[in-house]
């Protein structure tokens, strides 16, 4: 079993609208979560960080789930640079050890 | 402005080749990865280090060794290049458990 699994996608939403994305961590021991983006051939740069208490960004909002242990990103108003692979990213209660989902492909359409 | 640079964006080896990935960062971290990117896979974790001459085998190890010798170099060798070590090969850099900054990626294609 993986240890953080998301939806590959793609989502094909258009300019303006609200999409929302999940993703399931197996290891309760997690400690830290993050929301990176990467753009086609370029490398992941964090998004956000997902606070216990959930945290806000502009039109970006994170949630964290721990007891279903999963953590979400809501993206409002979705933009044309907005298009791009989302990847969730868990930390163990080692900071050496980063979990990476596969990463969510989103698609914003005029 | 942090910064992780990778010593070559694309890379192509023969089958059996030695092949060296270096990565430099210039933030002064103690913690850096090296990983690899396949789709469909995500980044799995090849090697960290925590320190000079400290490393610890990630998910993936087989086929794969580094070195750290000073503690802005980390460099990702592969003994005997082979076809399945195609990928696209990510080092990176933090100081803790928070952010994690990325070099650009070196795209490997072994023949």
Redesign the interface.
């Known amino acids: 079993r993986k240890e953080?699994e998301q939806d590959?996608g793609p989502f094909n939403v258009p300019e303006g609208a609200t999409v929302a994305f999940n993703c399931t961590y197996s290891n309760s021991a997690s400690?830290?979560f993050?929301w990176y983006r990467q753009d086609c051939?370029?490398?992941?740069?964090?998004l956000m960080?997902v606070y216990s208490s959930g945290n806000e960004d502009g039109r970006f909002t994170a949630q964290l789930n721990r007891a279903s242990q999963y953590i979400s990103l809501l993206i409002r108003d979705s933009k044309l640079s907005d298009s791009a692979t989302y990847?969730c990213?868990v930390?163990l209660y080692n900071?050496?050890?980063?979990y990476?989902?596969?990463?969510t492909k989103l698609n914003v359409k005029p | 402005d942090v910064k992780v640079t990778q010593s070559s964006r694309y890379l192509v080896k023969r089958t059996g080749e030695k092949v060296f990935l270096e990565c430099v960062q210039d933030m002064d971290h103690e913690?850096m990865?090296w990983?690899r990117q396949d789709p469909?896979?995500?980044?799995?974790?090849i090697y960290?280090s925590?320190d000079v001459k400290m490393k610890?085998k990630g998910d993936i190890p087989e086929g794969y060794s580094v070195s750290r010798e000073k503690k802005e170099r980390f460099s990702l060798i592969l003994e005997s290049a082979s076809t399945n070590q195609t990928s696209m090969y990510?080092c990176a850099s933090?100081l803790?458990?928070?952010?994690?900054y990325?070099?650009?990626?070196t795209?490997l294609t072994v023949l």
Do not use: A, I
């Not at chain 2, 469909?40 to 974790?45: A, E, V, Y």
């Not at chain 2, 803790?96 to 994690?100: F, N």
């Not at chain 2, 990325?102 to 990626?105: A, E, H, S, V, W």
């Open positions: 953080v590959p400690q830290s993050f051939r370029k490398e992941p740069k964090l960080s990847l990213v930390n900071f050496n050890k980063f990476f989902g596969s990463g | 913690n990865f990983y469909g896979l995500g980044l799995r974790l960290f925590y610890e990510l933090t803790g458990p928070d952010t994690q990325f070099g650009p990626g795209r």
